[in-house]
């Protein structure tokens, strides 16, 4: 007989797994037309190799853009940032010997952040194509599902029903929730985070939201009126990494993707993710609507 926990565990797994090979893929088409082509140059920077460390050891702190989503990043009400999602960074800070430095910023500003060295590394963005045709990625730590939000008393039988009802559905601008729902003709309304979606649901200006579901759990898990809808099939998974400077050198990124991967072989990663809370489609119980399925 397996236990729970190392049930709950192996999921967690599978899906780290999953998504360092959407994020390989994903890379590999950055690469391929970045660099012209697979049989052409390779899509790496013109920097020497460790500028990257180098830059930031000579400043003396490792600059990390962050936005909240629970329960991965959030802020706390001193105004310092806490998660998994800033193990690896912490890690990465340690081993350089600088201090980390929270960057606050929005997921819609992240690509153009980054572009512009207003940080050296942004957490828990989504490896999707077309960003990575603008940042470099690094190997993933954990695979993102998403799941709609809703008032229990909705009436809502399916997720098409909530794209069907042609009323707002509440996410962050820029985010790729945004582009997934963009793309199936939905009433989008855009806001800065995760918690103005959410609030928008509950305020009665959307009829949902749409977010990853340890976020959407975190948060029906505080409330008696705010259930989850889990499309079938899923409409969005997109495994999660941290983003970077396009020009980061080959040498800095093997580093970093070095720390990363240690982490997650020590299970250190997984274990923060599931003290936190982190659930998978299957783990929802009575957090998910169940006429929705």
């Known amino acids: 007989m397996v236990a729970k926990g190392m049930h709950r565990s192996s ?16 890379g590999y088409l950055g690469a391929t037309i970045r660099g012209g082509g697979a049989g052409g140059e390779a899509a790496t920077s013109s920097s020497s190799a460790w500028s990257w460390v180098k830059k930031i050891r000579d400043n003396g702190e490792l600059r990390v853009g962050v936005s909240s989503s629970p329960p991965g990043i959030t802020e706390s009400d001193d105004g310092t940032w806490k998660g998994f999602e800033l193990i690896a960074p912490q890690a990465i800070a340690d081993t350089l010997g600088v201090k980390l430095k929270t960057v606050p910023t929005t997921f819609e500003n992240a690509v153009a952040a980054l572009q512009a060295n207003q940080f050296d590394m942004m957490v828990s963005l989504n490896v999707t194509p077309d960003r990575s045709l603008s940042i470099r990625f690094s190997i993933p730590h954990w695979v993102a599902e998403d799941v709609f939000l809703v008032r229990e008393d909705s009436g809502f039988t399916s997720a098409q029903a909530v794209i069907d009802a042609g009323e707002p559905i509440a996410v962050p601008a820029g985010t790729s929730q945004d582009k997934a729902l963009t793309a199936r003709g939905a009433n989008v309304l855009r806001l800065k985070s995760y918690q103005e979606a959410n609030l928008a649901l509950t305020s ?21 009126d705010v259930k989850i809808v889990v499309p079938k099939p899923s409409m969005s998974v ?5 983003g970077l400077n396009p020009n980061i050198d080959e040498s800095s990124l093997a580093y970093l993707n070095a720390e990363i991967d240690t982490l997650l072989k020590r299970g ?13 489609a299957d783990q929802l ?3 998910e609507l169940k006429s929705s399925r």
């Open 11 to 26: 999921k967690i797994t599978l899906l780290l797994i999953g998504g360092v090979i959407l994020a390989l893929l994903a």
């Open 204 to 224: 009665g200006r959307a009829v949902a939201s749409f977010l990853d579901i340890p976020g959407a759990a975190a948060f029906a898990s505080e409330r008696d």
């Open 238 to 242: 997109q495994a999660v990494g941290y």
């Open 268 to 280: 250190v990663i997984e274990a923060a993710m599931i003290e936190s809370g982190y659930l998978t």
């Open 285 to 287: 119980g009575d957090l």
